[in-house]
């Protein structure tokens, strides 16, 4: 029997865009390095914020699933990066995550911000 593929492939829902948002921006950022993502799901129970979401795999949309971080709402507490059985979430500076999120997160449906989009909200 195929496995289900549970990720969303539409934009974030507005009950989770609707999520509230952190007080304050973190020294740090978890960015999900989709290279090495296995969609295992293990990341997200330890999100104390739920920020973590399934989306689908970029090579392998029909049957495989990896996650990404919504970078609007981590607060960089590295719980995520600690339970990785990949190792694959580099918690960066923010600024550096920032700009580093839209390369490693491969296929993101989340809406990433780019540092300069930040800038220019700013
Ligand atoms: S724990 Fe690691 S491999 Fe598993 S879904 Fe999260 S980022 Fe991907
Ligand atoms: S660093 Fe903490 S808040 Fe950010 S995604 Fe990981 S578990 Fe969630």
Redesign the pocket.
């Known amino acids: 029997m195929p496995i289900e593929n549970t990720a969303r492939k539409e934009p974030r829902p507005g009950l989770i865009a609707a999520k509230p948002a952190r007080k304050k921006e ?1 020294r ?3 960015v999900i390095d989709q290279h090495g993502c296995t969609g295992c799901e293990a ?1 997200i129970v ?7 979401e399934i989306v689908p795999g970029a090579d392998f949309a029909q049957f495989q699933q990896v996650v990404e ?2 970078s609007e ?9 600690k339970n990785c059985p990949w190792d694959t ?1 580099p ?1 960066l500076d923010y600024a550096e995550g920032i700009q580093a999120a839209p390369s490693l997160t491969l296929k993101s449906i989340c809406g990433q911000k780019t540092k300069s989009d930040i800038e220019a909200v700013a």
């Open positions: 973190p740090i950022l978890a990341c330890f999100c104390p914020v739920d920020c973590i971080v919504d709402r981590c607060i960089g507490c590295a719980l995520c990066a979430i918690m």
